[in-house]
Nanobody, 122 residues
Framework: QVQLVESGGGLVQAGGSLRLSCAAS????????MGWFRQAPGKEREFVAA????????YYADSVKGRFTISRDNAKNTVYLQMNSLKPEDTAVYYC???????????????WGQGTQVTVSS
C-alpha cells in the first residue's frame, strides 16, 4: 500500500511558476513509476507527466512540454513537478499517482493522491 500526499499548489499569475511535491509512504518508492495528472472543472482527467522508477525516462503531454519538468528523489520518497510559464488553461486539480512497474502515460495507476489545486490568473 502506498499513500501519496501532494503539496505546493496555489494561486499564481500567468507566466509564473509553481513546484508541486508528492510525498509517498512506504519503503519501496523506487519500485513505482510516478505520474502527474490534472482535472479541470467540467473536463476529464488528463495526463500531464510521468517518470520511470529510476528517473531515467520522462514523458510529457504536448500541452506542457518545454514548460513542466517532472523529477524524483528516491531517497526522499518524493516526486516533483516544476511548472514554469504557467497559463490560465493550466488551472486544475493536480493529482500524483503511483504504479508498480513500468511507467505509462495512461491512467493505469494503482494509487492516487487527494490532489492539489493550481489556479493561474490572467
Amino acid at each position: 500500500q502506498v499513500q501519496l500526499v501532494e503539496s505546493g499548489g496555489g494561486l499564481v499569475q500567468a507566466g509564473g511558476s509553481l513546484r508541486l511535491s508528492c510525498a509517498a509512504s512506504g519503503r519501496t518508492f523506487s519500485s513505482y513509476a510516478m505520474g502527474w495528472f490534472r482535472q479541470a472543472p467540467g473536463k476529464e482527467r488528463e495526463f500531464v507527466a510521468a517518470i520511470s522508477r529510476s528517473g531515467g525516462s520522462t514523458y510529457y503531454a504536448d500541452s506542457v512540454k518545454g514548460r513542466f519538468t517532472i523529477s524524483r528523489d528516491n531517497a526522499k520518497n518524493t516526486v516533483y513537478l516544476q511548472m514554469n510559464s504557467l497559463k490560465p488553461e493550466d488551472t486544475a486539480v493536480y493529482y500524483c499517482a503511483a504504479r508498480l512497474g513500468v511507467v505509462t502515460t495512461l491512467s493505469e495507476y494503482n494509487y492516487w493522491g487527494q490532489g492539489t489545486q493550481v489556479t493561474v490568473s490572467s
